[in-house]
């Protein structure tokens, strides 16, 4: 998977309206298009991802990073805390 297809599912996970577009499309739609499905989901994922960027003021290029940045910074904190304390507890055979 490339930055731009990561970067476009960190987007989509927060903006459900944009991933239900690029689902929706359907072998028929690529077959008028002239072109195979993936090309036209990739078409469309750079456009979403383009427009989001003009919106935002920065290049394609600096949402993508910014994208990813902001998804590895998540993935170093524990969403559910709670989760972390009770995993430990676990581990050490305590009680909460």
Same mark, same amino acid.
């Given at each position: 998977?490339?930055?731009?297809?990561?970067?476009?599912?960190?987007?989509?996970?927060?903006?459900?309206?944009?991933?239900?577009? @690029?689902?929706?499309?359907?072998? +028929? =739609? *690529?077959?008028?298009? &002239?072109?195979? $499905?993936?090309? #036209?989901?990739?078409?469309? @994922?750079?456009?979403?991802?383009? +427009? =989001? *960027?003009?919106?935002? &003021?920065?290049? $394609?290029?600096? #949402?993508?990073?910014?994208?990813?940045?902001?998804?590895?910074?998540?993935?170093?904190?524990?969403?559910?805390?709670? $989760?972390?304390?009770?995993?430990?507890?676990?581990?050490?055979?305590?009680?909460?």
């Amino acid at each position: 998977m490339d930055d731009t297809a990561l970067a476009y599912m960190i987007f989509a996970a927060d903006h459900p309206d944009a991933l239900a577009q @690029v689902q929706a499309l359907s072998e +028929a =739609e *690529a077959l008028e298009a &002239g072109e195979p $499905l993936s090309a #036209l989901r990739d078409t469309m @994922v750079v456009q979403t991802l383009t +427009a =989001e *960027a003009n919106k935002r &003021g920065v290049s $394609l290029n600096g #949402l993508v990073q910014a994208l990813i940045r902001k998804s590895d910074v998540e993935d170093e904190d524990p969403s559910v805390p709670g $989760l972390e304390k009770y995993n430990r507890m676990r581990d050490f055979n305590t009680s909460p």
